[in-house]
């Protein structure tokens, strides 16, 4: 069974810093993709960031330069360490995983983001 399972989420205030974490299990880690998306209310599911098993990385541009994305393929383990954090990153921040060419993907149940003073 596939189980992805984030935290790390909260409240901050903004220019304040979080850093996110996505253990998962049931998979063999090292081989797939994993990004993280967020949603907002009344806003569709967007990609935040995404990293490959070669370590390549990919930003939404409203992030790039304040967000970072990383992996522990010994800890089956994913990051996102968000730093100057603005109002607008407010969202449930959700985890994927996927293989490139096949069509499943896996998704954790989410974890809320707060940036408010």
């Known amino acids: 069974q596939v189980q992805l399972v984030e935290s790390g989420g909260g409240l901050v205030q903004p220019g304040g810093s979080l850093r996110l974490s996505c253990a998962a299990s049931?998979?063999?880690?090292?081989?797939?993709?994993m990004g993280w998306y967020r949603q907002a209310p009344g806003k569709e599911r967007e990609l935040v960031a995404t990293?490959?098993?070669?370590?390549?990385?990919n930003y939404a541009d409203s992030v790039k330069g304040r967000f970072t994305i990383s992996r522990d393929n010994t800890k089956n383990t994913v990051y996102l360490q968000m730093n100057s954090l603005r109002s607008e990153d407010t969202a449930v921040y959700y985890c994927?995983?996927?293989?490139?060419?096949?069509?499943?993907?896996?998704w954790g149940q989410g974890t809320q983001v707060t940036v408010s003073s």
């Open positions: 994927n995983a996927r293989r490139i060419g096949v069509l499943r993907a896996y």
């Open positions: 049931g998979i063999l880690f090292r081989i797939y993709v």
């Open positions: 990293i490959a098993n070669g370590d390549s990385t």
